[in-house]
Nanobody
Framework: QVQLVESGGGLVQPGGSLRLSCAAS????????MGWYRQAPGKERELVADITSSGYTNYADSVKGRFTISRDIAKNTLYLQMNNLTPEDTAVYYC????????????????WGQGTQVTVSS
């Protein structure tokens, strides 16, 4: 079994910063890609950013230039540095990873964290 655990959410004022972390544990051979998604009340879950094991990154247009995704492959940990936050960034943020559990030829399965709340408000 694989677990993804997010941390780092909270309440921040507009213009502030937060850093989210996601630690993966369990039976893991590799995780590729890993990404952050978010879901605001009444809205569908959307991709915020993702990153491959080779370091290729992809961002939603709404966060480009403000958010930075990174990962520590050795620690199976994913990060999201969020700067210049606005109230529109308020959402539950979820970590996602496609995991091979036993080896290079094993199938990929998606896993999700439980989510961490980010609230941007004055």
């Amino acid at each position: 079994q694989v677990q993804l655990v997010e941390s780092g959410g909270g309440l921040v004022q507009p213009g502030g910063s937060l850093r989210l972390s996601c630690a993966a544990s369990g039976r893991i051979f590799s995780i590729n890609p890993m990404g952050w998604y978010r879901q605001a009340p009444g809205k569908e879950r959307e991709l915020v950013a993702d990153i491959t094991s080779s370091g290729y990154t992809n961002y939603a247009d709404s966060v480009k230039g403000r958010f930075t995704i990174s990962r520590d492959i050795a620690k199976n940990t994913l990060y999201l540095q969020m700067n210049n936050l606005t109230p529109e960034d308020t959402a539950v943020y979820y970590c996602n990873g496609w995991v091979k559990s036993t080896g290079r030829s094993s199938p990929n399965y998606p896993y999700w964290g439980q989510g961490t709340q980010v609230t941007v408000s004055s």
